[in-house]
């Protein structure tokens, strides 16, 4: 049965077809939309071509289809390897980049595709493949306000919260990667924990209610030391950096003996005896911010990309 203009929201090609880039591909599909898919390995769009999807012979073809184009890519390198031989059809197109990348890539991004007369939006799901197309799932955008208001019933097909985080289209990059130093760094903390468990003869699930509780209570803590962070307020009246030095080394102590990998405790050891050689022993330990937000402070990259240790032995 055919739609009639009022019940079809429109076409939207999607390049990329991983995990994320099939879910997005699935969901404008159960909105009604018509979708072009392309994927360098063209077997994974099978099961969506099923659906109504049309599958392109080139991501040349695939940009032609539709006026928005939803990238789904491993990296920008990856972008720009796909894109570069569809330049041509480019012009006029508005590319909804959700590939994960650092904002300065997303600037570039943005630049390399405003020279071939695109526009970039740049995006940061906040959500996992199940989450795609859910009502509570959400996704930072930046870049052109305009292309943001008037492809916004697309962005919402693919998670019910959308926010504009500004022109700037390294903005989104920058808040999804700082979620990211948040999440990865909680869930290698639960799996510290497990294997600190499991060493003890407890199973992940017999420490995941007090996991639970001990993760509720960071929500507090986060904007707590917010307010503290942002007027520079690293007194110790509530903690101090020595106090939380002595329970980071426990942890670290109490790992090492249970014969697990210390290499998580050991560098918030590290962290923490920075502060204390810095002389904020008597500070909170939300004094670490100050350190780590400067260049040289407890860690700083070499020009090789990895990252050395500076000013005292942390060891």
């Known amino acids: 049965m055919s739609r009639t203009a009022t019940e079809y929201p429109g076409a939207v090609t999607v390049i990329g077809l991983g995990p994320m880039g099939r879910a997005m591909a699935a969901a404008l599909l159960d909105r009604g939309y018509g979708v072009t898919v392309w994927n360098r390995t ?72 405003a020279e071939r007369g695109a526009v970039q939006l740049t995006g ?26 008037r492809h916004r019933p697309v962005l919402e097909a693919l998670t019910g919260r959308v926010e504009h985080q500004g022109e700037d289209p390294g903005l989104a990059a920058l808040y999804y990667q700082l ?55 690293h007194d110790g009246d509530v903690d101090r950096l020595a106090m939380g030095l002595a329970s980071a080394e426990h942890v670290l102590h109490t790992s090492a003996e249970a014969g697990v990998d210390t290499t998580l405790p050991a560098a918030v050891v590290d962290l923490f005896r920075c502060g204390t050689e810095a002389g904020h022993a008597e500070d909170s330990f939300s004094s670490l911010v100050e350190l780590m937000a400067k260049p040289g402070g407890p860690t700083e990259p070499g020009t090789d990309g990895r990252v050395r240790q500076s000013g005292s032995s942390l060891r």
């Open 179 to 233: 979620g990211m130093v948040i999440f990865w760094t909680s869930m290698l903390s639960f799996w510290q924990a497990a294997a600190l468990a499991r060493a003890n003869g407890l199973t992940a699930a017999d420490i995941l209610p007090h996991a639970e509780e001990t993760a509720s209570s960071l929500a507090e803590s986060f904007a707590f030391y917010a307010e503290r962070i942002d007027a520079g307020a």
């Open 124 to 149: 940061g799901v906040n959500s996992s493949p199940t989450g795609i197309g859910q009502p509570e799932s959400a996704t930072f955008y930046s870049g052109p306000r305009e292309a943001f208001d």
């Open 42 to 113: 063209a077997s994974r769009a099978d099961d969506l071509v099923t659906r109504g999807a049309v599958l392109a012979s080139s991501p040349a073809d695939a940009v032609a289809a539709n006026e928005v184009v939803i990238l789904s890519l491993t990296d920008y390198a990856a972008v720009r390897a796909v894109l570069e031989p569809a330049a041509r059809a480019l012009n006029g197109r508005v590319l909804l980049n959700l590939t994960s990348a650092t904002p300065e890539e997303a600037r570039d991004g943005a630049r390399w595709a």
